[in-house]
């Protein structure tokens, strides 16, 4: 398949089937695919990692640090057993949870590259999965913040949660949703 197919037809998976498992080994061979796709800039390494959960176990802990804020918060103390049982249920059925956590720099320059550059890998990931059928959801949503995720994936002061992909396999590919066209994005420098 076509590259530019490929990135137009793409789309974010919010419905996942909850089987088949995905295949660790998939999973990394994509994540060598993604990462050999993206040259750093400078040349040095970027710095960053993975944790992933692709058991019924760890997808129990990693539903339970989500919900731990939720269930702390006051606001939404009225609806606890529900919405505890919306996340829970979804978070465990989803097959696998990709973390990437990106270590920082105090150098706002340094700091930056390496940001983009593990970025760019999620974007390579997301692309190269989907041409093997395998849907993906990058999540960034508040809950991913806790700190109790962050004692899960034990992460330091300097390192930052990019996100997680979610991962599985699919039934129904979602319609697109509207893009800005690049020409509006687009102005000249005259002369
Ligand atoms: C950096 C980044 C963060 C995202 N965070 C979320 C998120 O927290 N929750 C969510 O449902 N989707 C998230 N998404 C997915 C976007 O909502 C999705 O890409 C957008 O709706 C366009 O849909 P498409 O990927 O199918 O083209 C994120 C995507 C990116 C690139």
């Given at each position: 398949?076509?590259?530019?197919?490929?990135?137009?037809?793409?789309?974010?998976?919010?419905?996942?089937?909850?089987?088949?498992?995905?295949?660790?080994?998939?999973?990394?061979?994509?994540?060598?695919?993604?990462?050999?796709?993206?040259?750093?800039?400078?040349?040095?390494?970027?710095?960053?990692?993975?944790?992933?959960?692709?058991?019924?176990?760890?997808?129990?802990?990693l539903a339970a640090?989500?919900?731990?804020?939720?269930?702390?918060?006051?606001?939404?103390?009225?609806?606890?057993?529900?919405?505890?049982?919306?996340?829970?249920?979804?978070?465990?059925?989803?097959?696998?949870?990709?973390?990437?956590?990106?270590?920082?720099?105090?150098?706002?320059?340094?700091?930056?590259?390496?940001?983009?550059?593990?970025?760019?890998?999620?974007?390579?990931?997301?692309?190269?999965?989907?041409?093997?059928?395998?849907?993906?959801?990058?999540?960034?949503?508040?809950?991913?913040?806790?700190?109790?995720?962050?004692?899960?994936?034990?992460?330091?002061?300097?390192?930052?949660?990019?996100?997680?992909?979610?991962?599985?396999?699919?039934?129904?590919?979602?319609?697109?949703?509207?893009?800005?066209?690049?020409?509006?994005?687009?102005?000249?420098?005259?002369?």
């Open positions: 398949m076509e590259w530019a197919k490929i990135i137009q037809e793409r789309r974010s998976i919010r419905r996942f089937k909850s089987s088949p498992e995905v295949d660790q080994e998939l999973v990394r061979e994509l994540l060598r695919e993604a990462q050999g796709l993206y040259p750093y800039p400078s040349g040095e390494a970027s710095s960053y990692r993975y944790v992933y959960a692709g058991t019924a176990e760890s997808r129990e802990r640090c989500m919900l731990e804020p939720l269930v702390k918060n006051k606001l939404v103390k009225w609806l606890p057993e529900k919405i505890r049982d919306f996340v829970r249920k979804r978070v465990t059925e989803i097959p696998g949870h990709l973390a990437v956590i990106a270590s920082t720099n105090e150098d706002r320059r340094t700091n930056d590259m390496n940001y983009a550059a593990v970025c760019g890998i999620m974007q390579n990931f997301q692309l190269l999965a989907w041409q093997r059928q395998l849907g993906t959801l990058w999540d960034t949503e508040p809950m991913m913040q806790s700190r109790e995720l962050f004692h899960l994936f034990q992460m330091k002061p300097t390192e930052k949660l990019v996100g997680i992909l979610h991962l599985g396999y699919f039934d129904k590919i979602p319609k697109a949703r509207a893009r800005t066209r690049a020409e509006k994005k687009w102005t000249i420098i005259s002369g």
